[in-house]
């Protein structure tokens, strides 16, 4: 049976899926009966999942799924980009100075691989057209990119933003997730060859596409911040 965390760790993923829409009414008794537990845990996974801010509860109102507002969603790309420039930039100078050594070093070459069989299985996803596991490849291309930069201070950063940025991205998948997947690979080669400015420019031209996606299907994206 699933414990608090399990129960937590569950219900966001069907957030960020969009299996529990934005506005939802959320019961501690239909998450209960919908994961199988008790409602003790679900009660602890609502107070964590409100402070994340995929949740929003009210007194004597309940539970629901919380939507992200336009300017903060806005912040979040804006943020996420420069990050994602960062890495990108530290992984490809690292590439471009280990390869000039005599030795990759093992850590390297373990997230490497790693990588390899990430974008291997996101080929696979679209291949087959089961666009939902993008969502969860999409987290890990990211992250480990993050590993290759060697930056522990990027990679920390990076990873607590991915739930809530994930929650934005899994909108894009299901909408153009077959179109952006090769982006990663493109990403990637220019990091491989330790080419600073195209790995820079393909990853920040990679998260402004999904900005701009996730703007185009909200109504209201007249009101978003302009620059």
């Given at each position: 049976?699933?414990?608090?965390?399990g129960v937590l760790d569950a219900?966001?993923?069907?957030?960020?899926?969009?299996?529990?829409?934005?506005?939802?009414?959320?019961?501690?008794?239909?998450?209960?009966?919908?994961?199988?537990?008790?409602?003790?845990?679900?009660?602890?996974?609502?107070?964590?999942?409100?402070?994340?801010?995929?949740?929003?509860?009210?007194?004597?109102?309940?539970?629901?799924?919380?939507?992200?507002?336009?300017?903060?969603?806005?912040?979040?790309?804006?943020?996420?980009?420069?990050?994602?420039?960062?890495?990108?930039?530290?992984?490809?100078?690292?590439?471009?100075?280990?390869?000039?050594?005599?030795?990759?070093?093992?850590?390297?070459?373990?997230?490497?691989?790693?990588?390899?069989e990430v974008l291997d299985a996101?080929?696979?996803?679209?291949?087959?057209?089961?666009?939902?596991?993008?969502?969860?490849?999409?987290?890990?291309?990211?992250?480990?990119?993050?590993?290759?930069?060697?930056?522990?201070?990027?990679?920390?950063?990076?990873?607590?933003?991915?739930?809530?940025?994930?929650?934005?991205?899994?909108?894009?998948?299901?909408?153009?997730?077959?179109?952006?997947?090769?982006?990663?690979?493109?990403?990637?080669?220019?990091?491989?060859?330790?080419?600073?400015?195209?790995?820079?420019?393909?990853?920040?031209?990679?998260?402004?596409?999904?900005?701009?996606?996730?703007?185009?299907?909200?109504?209201?994206?007249?009101?978003?911040?302009?620059?």
């Amino acid at each position: 049976m699933l414990n608090g965390a399990g129960v937590l760790d569950a219900i966001r993923r069907d957030i960020v899926a969009g299996d529990l829409l934005p506005g939802t009414r959320v019961t501690e008794a239909f998450l209960a009966e919908r994961y199988g537990v008790s409602r003790v845990p679900v009660r602890e996974a609502l107070r964590g999942l409100e402070g994340e801010g995929f949740v929003v509860s009210q007194p004597n109102v309940g539970s629901r799924i919380a939507a992200i507002p336009f300017d903060e969603a806005d912040d979040l790309f804006a943020v996420r980009e420069s990050l994602e420039v960062a890495t990108a930039r530290r992984a490809a100078t690292r590439a471009r100075t280990l390869f000039d050594g005599d030795a990759l070093p093992e850590d390297w070459w373990r997230v490497r691989r790693e990588l390899g069989e990430v974008l291997d299985a996101g080929d696979a996803a679209v291949e087959h057209d089961e666009l939902e596991l993008l969502v969860d490849l999409n987290e890990r291309f990211h992250l480990l990119v993050a590993a290759l930069s060697g930056s522990t201070t990027l990679a920390t950063l990076l990873r607590q933003l991915s739930r809530k940025i994930e929650w934005l991205y899994a909108m894009d998948t299901f909408s153009r997730g077959a179109r952006l997947w090769p982006e990663h690979r493109r990403i990637l080669s220019a990091i491989d060859a330790g080419d600073v400015e195209t790995a820079v420019a393909r990853m920040a031209a990679h998260v402004q596409q999904s900005r701009v996606g996730y703007a185009a299907r909200t109504p209201d994206r007249a009101q978003w911040p302009r620059g």
